[in-house]
Structure formats: structure tokens, C-alpha cells
């Protein structure tokens, strides 16, 4: 059975900071591009915030660059999101998510920036 469980969201000031976790279970998690994905109040996409290959190339979104850092240990299972200076416009709801020939999701976790 796949899990993908994230931790370590809540809420934060603007210009504050905070790292997300995902444990991966059930998957050969070293084969697999990992990825962060917020979800926006009111919004129903789902869009694509970092990336994580199996290779370690990383993909960020624009409104992530230099802010955001995302990472993995293949030997915990677990890929990272390190958000610095965040903003109100990252508040949403964030999801790990795991591809390879299938797409895993986990069940996503809040963060909200209070102005």
C-alpha cells in the first residue's frame, strides 16, 4: 500500500519560514520524481510549487524561486520542502506527490501565511 504522508505546516507570519516532510512508503521512492503541489483557497487546481527527480534535478515554479528549496534522502523515503520568506500567497493546502509509470498523491497538509 502506497502512503504518502506529509507533516510540518501550520501557520506562519509573513517573512517567516517552515519545512514541509513527506514520508514515502510503499513505492521504490529512489525511482521517483517527487513533487510539491498547492492548492489555493477557492481555487480546485492544483499547481505544481517544486520537483525533485530521481537524479536530483529540481524544477521550481517562478513564484518559488529563491524563496523555496526542495530536497530528498532516498535513505529515509522522505523529500523536503524548505519555505523561506513566505507570503500570503503561498497559503493553500500542499500536496507531496510521487510519479514514476503511476501517480501517488498524499492527503496534503495546510499552510497559511497571516499577513
Known amino acids: 500500500q502506497v502512503q504518502l504522508v506529509e507533516s510540518g505546516g501550520g501557520l506562519v507570519r509573513t517573512g517567516g519560514s517552515l519545512r514541509l516532510s513527506c514520508a514515502a512508503s510503499g513505492i521504490m521512492f529512489r525511482f521517483f520524481t517527487m513533487g510539491w503541489y498547492r492548492q489555493a483557497p477557492g481555487n480546485q487546481r492544483r499547481e505544481l510549487v517544486a520537483?525533485?527527480?530521481?537524479?536530483?534535478?529540481?524544477n521550481y515554479a517562478d513564484s518559488a524561486k529563491g524563496r523555496f528549496t526542495i530536497s530528498r534522502d532516498n535513505a529515509e523515503n522522505t523529500v523536503y520542502l524548505q519555505m523561506n520568506g513566505l507570503k500570503p500567497e503561498d497559503t493553500g493546502v500542499y500536496y507531496c506527490?510521487?510519479?514514476?509509470?503511476?501517480?501517488?498523491w498524499g492527503q496534503g497538509i495546510q499552510v497559511t501565511v497571516s499577513s
Open positions: 520537483s525533485i527527480s530521481s537524479g536530483f534535478g529540481t
Open positions: 506527490n510521487a510519479i514514476r509509470s503511476d501517480t501517488y
